[in-house]
């Protein structure tokens, strides 16, 4: 019995893991300045070549991985001081600004490194709880989404980055009036979401084949993730995860991956129609 | 009649923009005279997106949604239509399952932007939501190579796509090379009429006034929901007649016409061109599209590179469109021949659009 | 008879009430102005009335018909014309076209164009119909929507602040613009700060202090009242 329900925890956790890591990136960005990046996906391909370009000069993994994720990171404010900066009054156009950049990253990425590079296969490593094997990497995937939750949680909500990250959250304008620089808290913050995305990628790069249109398997989770969390990424997101998750665990283990997908997507118009600003609006609202 | 072709909410009006016109009708009529068969058959290829990137423009440029599901809708009528005309047989069946798979987008679009537009969904979520939708149907279909994924005989095969449907025809007789041309010219002069007339009309005034602020459009009494699905519904639907007709082209469709990078190409066109006006969308779509293949025959990559540095460029440089831009300033310069009302108003436009850049 | 009927109605905010049991009747061909200091609910009860919230309590009739539940474009439909507080016009669209949106659900061909005309003349901006509707001053976007409000020929005007921004001569002109609608039948409701204007147009007041109903009655009433004069016209003496 308590290995069906670790096996269940498990599923749980795989899929939950997989949300908090495709979205978070995509979830600051758009909840500290309104605009979805549209290259996140890139973001991930990115970190996912970085890290198994380094592993295979021979890089441990776990310090590939963290290089990885700041690479990604710095491409990030690279990416916001050139492109996304002249688009806060006009997000729809910083999201066709960095779709036009996606499509040029990742065809360029085909013209160049072609279709298929060598993998790094998963890292060893399995237990068994009554008749069930477990792979031990999948459980790593659960604690670094729970860290990563817990590290937006401290940086937001304990550091004096945070306190005016907020502050700009709430009203660019007078933080700015109160000596907040925005335009740095802007650039940090999409170096932030891009660094997580970066992180993503290098912590399922080891799972997954490496081909530069990766990016696309990752974006509806991340994009339904933040549609259904709402514009406040830290009481939004991981409520989100979980509940997306809970949908899409039940589908996938009885009817499959495709239905699992097809399923989440229908959940997630349904809860439009019913809570058009996403879960953290209502959670905001209970909270007061 | 003449006022709706006329109207307000389109760029291009009096003598000389329809004399233009018909002369360039008239090149398009004759051009199968000059030219060979096989060209005239490429001709009809890009023909065919037109029609999905004007319902774009109706939907993005006049309505102010943003649907990133053109591809959606394209590929449920393409798929449509290979499941019928394989159905139903070839011959004049074929004329049925065009008019009936563009039914079926229409129907699709109606369910999908019910759901979104009560919701409340606009703006960014508007095109989150159905480009996620986009390519969780890109997904599923990728995934039904087994021989269990069929509807009727028809197979779906996954990735390599449904074929073996037969093109359009009139009991024996295919509508291919010249005449495929000659129907694709109507299709096409028709749509771009009927949707001139359509913005120009009150309920295009009410579009363009929901764009402009949807609350002041429903303190005047109209019920913005059913005029933006209206729009969601002829835009898509567009979308699907493109799909119906790219599947009859080519006898096949696959799952990578709906995915990534297929479904930003609409929104290239349309932003290049200028998504406020029919007109400059119809011509740079074509002129984009016509770019676009040429360079494909060489290297497919290099011509969506190009394709995202020209939104990217848009974007920076001319959010209002090229297309748009150029013809504006044609207008501009044109000595003595400017409309009584819409010189200031012009003039205004461009002023405004220089302030908010 | 009373045209428009608030029984009881509520609005809370999470923990905020912003309208507490709040009754309130406007007679059919009377000016009725809401009145009452910053904060004291009158935005919100005119947005309740409008349909832009739903009430937390309580129902609201227009015409004896329960319209609680209905949308603001039904509640415009069965007769109702509303300006928010903000000028909220077409902005990129030329004022003619503004004009001709608000009108086309009643006029049509010929006939549309001579009200066209009519109204952009008596708004004072027939010169200026081919600018853009964001191109004019802050005082002529007023007009241009009290004009929108005007074309769907209404059985009640409602109005937020309709004379916010303008000049003394404008809000004059501006009420005795409402005044001589009214004389044609027209019921108005307005939600108003500039007590001179009040003055001007008002039959009836209602006064709305920490979301209730603090006293009511006609102009000269109310004016007379020592407790309102405390609470509100005190204040704005004052400043």
Known sequence: MSAELFSLFYQFADVFAFLILSAAGLAIVFGMMGVINMAHGEFIMCGAYVTVGLVNLGVPLVIAQILAALTAGLIGVAVEFLIVRRFYKRPLDSLLATWGLSLIVTQSMLLIVGSAVRGIGTPEGSFAIGGYTFSSYRLVLFGCAVAVLAGLYIVFMKTRFGVIARATMQNAAMAKALGARTGRIYAISFGIGTGLAGLCGALYAPTMTLIPTMGATFVVESFVTVVIGGANVLLGTAPAAVFLAVIRMTLNASYGQIIGQIGMLFAVILIIRVLPEGLSSVLVRRGR | ????????????????????????????LIYPLFADSYDVGNFSYFLIWIFMALGLCLMWGYGGMLSFGQTFFFGVAGYSYGVLAINMGGGTATIAALVLSVVVAMIAAGILGYFMIWGGISGIFFGIVTLSATLVLAFFLGQTAGPEWHIGTARLNGFNGMKGMDPLAVRDFYIEGSALYYVMIALIVVVYIALRMLVNSGIGNVIVATRENPQRAEMLGYDVRKYQLLTFVIGSGLAGLSGALYTSWG??????????????????????????????????????????????????????????????????????GFVLGIGKLVVDRWPGRRPRDAGPALADAVRLQSDET | MALVEVKDVSKRFGGLTAVSDVDLTVNAGEVHCLIGPNGAGKSTLFKLIVGLYPPTKGSIFFDTVDITAERPYARVQRGMSIKMQAPSVFKELPVRQNIQIALQARFSGAERSTEEDRLLTLLNLAQDAGKLAGALSHGQQQWLEIGMALALQPQLLLLDEPTAGMSPEETFKTGELIKSFNAEGMTVLVVEHDMAFVRQVAQRVTVLHLGKIFARGNLEAILQDDKVAEIYLGKTHAH
Do not use: E, H, N
């Open chain 2, 1 to 28: 009649m003449f006022k709706l072709l006329d109207g307000p909410q389109t760029l291009g009006r009096g003598k000389i923009f329809w004399s233009c016109f018909f002369v360039v009708l008239v090149c398009a």
């Open chain 2, 251 to 320: 006898q096949f469709i696959t799952p990578s016409s709906i995915g990534l990078p297929a479904a930003a190409m609409p929104i290239v066109w349309v932003a290049f061109s200028g998504r406020s006006d029919l007109t400059a969308t119809l011509v740079g779509s074509f002129l984009l599209l016509f770019g676009f293949q040429t360079i494909t025959v060489y290297s497919q990559q290099t011509a969506l590179v190009l394709m995202g540095a020209l939104l990217l460029a848009t974007v920076m440089l001319a959010p209002q």
